[in-house]
C-alpha cells in the first residue's frame, strides 16, 4: 500500500510569484485535504477535493486554489505570494465523504522571501 | 479564536511512566476527535481516534478519553518509550462539514531514558 506522497519537498519563491505543490493519496483514497502549518502552530484547513470537486474551503483567500485530477492525485496552486505564505503545506487523503481519518503526506516546506 | 486549544507547548516524563496529554475545545458541534504524531521533517501520523457517542478508546499503549460535557479529551501513553518523543496535536471534526480537521497547537512531549 502506497502512502500519501507530496512534491517538491522544499521550495523557495519571491513575494508575486506563483508556486503549485502536489500530492498523490494513498493508494484506495479518493479524497483529499490541504492544511497550512506555520511556525509553531498546528495545521489549518485550506480546502478539500473529492471527485475531482471542491468540497469544503476554509478560511483562506481565493489566490489558494487546488484540483484534483481522476486519478484522485491533487495541487495546490498559490498566486501572488506573500511573506506569510511561509509554511509547510501538507496533504491528506481519505476515503469518501465520511471518511473519518486522513492520512497525512510529509509537506512541502514552502519559503517566501 | 481557538475551537481546540492544547495548552501545555510541551511535558517530560520519564521512560515506563504515564503521558498524560490534554485537549480542550469549544464547538459543541464536534463529534469526533483524532490525536495525531509528528517527528521533525514528517507529516503528522495518525495515532488513535475516538467517535463522541463512546467515552473511551484503546489501542496497545494509547488510550483516548472523551468528556463531553467538559469538552476535554485527554491521550495517555503507558509506559512511554523514547521513541514516544514527539510532538502531539489533538484534532476534532463535524459530521458533514467535509471532516475538515480542527487542530490544536500541539503538545512536545519528550520520554527520558
Known amino acids: 500500500e502506497t502512502g500519501v506522497t507530496q512534491s517538491p519537498t522544499h521550495l523557495i519563491k519571491t513575494r508575486g510569484q506563483q508556486v503549485t505543490l502536489r500530492c498523490s493519496s494513498q493508494s484506495g483514497h479518493n479524497t483529499v485535504s490541504w492544511y497550512q502549518q506555520a511556525l509553531g502552530q498546528g495545521p489549518q484547513f485550506i480546502f478539500q477535493y473529492y471527485r475531482e470537486e471542491e468540497n469544503g474551503r476554509g478560511n483562506f483567500p481565493p489566490r489558494f486554489s487546488g484540483l484534483q485530477f481522476p486519478n484522485y492525485s491533487s495541487e495546490l496552486n498559490v498566486n501572488a505570494l506573500e511573506l506569510d505564505d511561509s509554511a509547510l503545506y501538507l496533504c491528506?487523503?481519505?476515503?469518501?465523504?465520511?471518511?473519518?481519518?486522513?492520512?497525512f503526506g510529509p509537506g512541502t516546506r514552502l519559503t517566501v522571501l | 479564536d481557538q475551537q481546540v486549544k492544547q495548552n501545555s507547548p510541551s511535558l517530560s516524563v520519564q521512560e515506563g511512566r504515564i503521558s498524560i496529554l490534554n485537549c480542550d475545545y469549544t464547538n459543541s458541534m464536534f463529534d469526533y476527535f483524532l490525536w495525531y504524531k509528528k517527528y521533525p521533517a514528517e507529516g503528522p501520523t495518525f495515532l488513535i481516534s475516538?467517535?463522541?457517542?463512546?467515552d473511551k478508546n484503546e489501542d496497545g499503549r494509547f488510550t483516548v478519553f472523551l468528556n463531553k460535557s467538559a469538552k476535554h479529551l485527554s491521550l495517555h501513553i503507558v509506559p512511554s518509550q523514547p521513541g514516544d518523543s514527539a510532538v502531539y496535536f489533538c484534532?476534532?471534526?463535524?459530521?458533514?462539514?467535509?471532516?475538515?480537521?480542527?487542530f490544536g497547537s500541539g503538545t512536545q512531549l519528550t520520554v527520558l531514558p
Open positions: 484534532a476534532a471534526s463535524v459530521t458533514g462539514s467535509a471532516r475538515q480537521l480542527t
Open positions: 475516538i467517535s463522541s457517542i463512546k
Open positions: 491528506a487523503s481519505s476515503f469518501g465523504l465520511a471518511g473519518d481519518t486522513q492520512y
